[in-house]
């Protein structure tokens, strides 16, 4: 009778482990597709923002956005610079990212 309770609470631990384990791998990979969405829709805006492609930088970066299920929450032009923040919910937990794209700094 004591090797069962034993082994059911070594079952269960390792049962609690992997689905913690699971937990924190799976909002692991939602940060980074998150953080991957920001910098392609700060990429978007800043291409909008150069003329390199039509449309409204902002709304290219929303358009971006929206394939992963965010929303921007801040978007910025500074000339041809784009700053954008994009949020999501992971779970019930609100969740935001900033990513900034354009052209290299002028030399000195």
Same mark, same amino acid.
């Given at each position: 009778m004591p090797g069962t309770v034993a082994a059911v609470g070594v079952l269960a631990t390792g049962l609690l482990?992997?689905? &913690?384990?699971?937990? +924190? /791998?799976?909002?692991?990979?939602?940060?980074?597709?998150? =953080? /991957?969405?920001?910098?392609?829709?700060?990429?978007?805006?800043?291409?909008?923002? &150069? /003329?390199?492609?039509?449309? +409204?930088?902002?709304?290219r970066a929303a358009h971006v956005a929206a394939t992963v299920g =965010?929303?921007?929450? =801040?978007?910025?032009?500074? /000339?041809?610079v784009a700053t954008v923040t994009l949020g999501a919910t992971y779970g019930v937990m609100p969740v935001s990212v900033a990513a900034r794209a354009g052209p290299p700094p002028a030399a000195p």
């Open positions: 482990l992997g689905a &913690s384990l699971l937990s +924190v /791998g799976t909002a692991a990979v939602w940060s980074q597709r998150l =953080a /991957g969405a920001a910098d392609a829709a700060a990429l978007a805006a800043a291409d909008a923002a &150069s /003329g390199a492609v039509a449309g +409204v930088p902002c709304e =965010a929303e921007v929450i =801040a978007c910025e032009l500074d /000339g041809l």
